[in-house]
């Protein structure tokens, strides 16, 4: 299911930034999941993603591309 939220930060030398979802929480989010092929993405960007569970644990966006 997916999720709406604002990319909150992206390095596009890094390849990786962090969105805030609806409720405020950050998830991690990496260049090749962007959805369009274009491996970078401004933020304040509203986007539309699967929220997911990462190799460490922590809550990763993916599918991402923007509203």
Do not use: N, Y
């Not at 990319?7 to 405020?24: C, K, N, T």
């Amino acid at each position: 299911m997916s999720e709406t939220g604002v990319v909150e930060s992206f390095d596009d030398h890094r390849g990786d930034g962090w969105i805030r979802d609806e409720r405020g929480r950050p998830l991690f989010l990496h260049c090749v999941m962007i959805t369009d092929g274009s491996r970078t993405i401004q933020p304040g960007t509203r986007v539309r993603f699967v929220r997911s569970t990462g190799l460490l644990g922590a809550d990763e966006a993916r599918e991402v591309r923007p509203t």
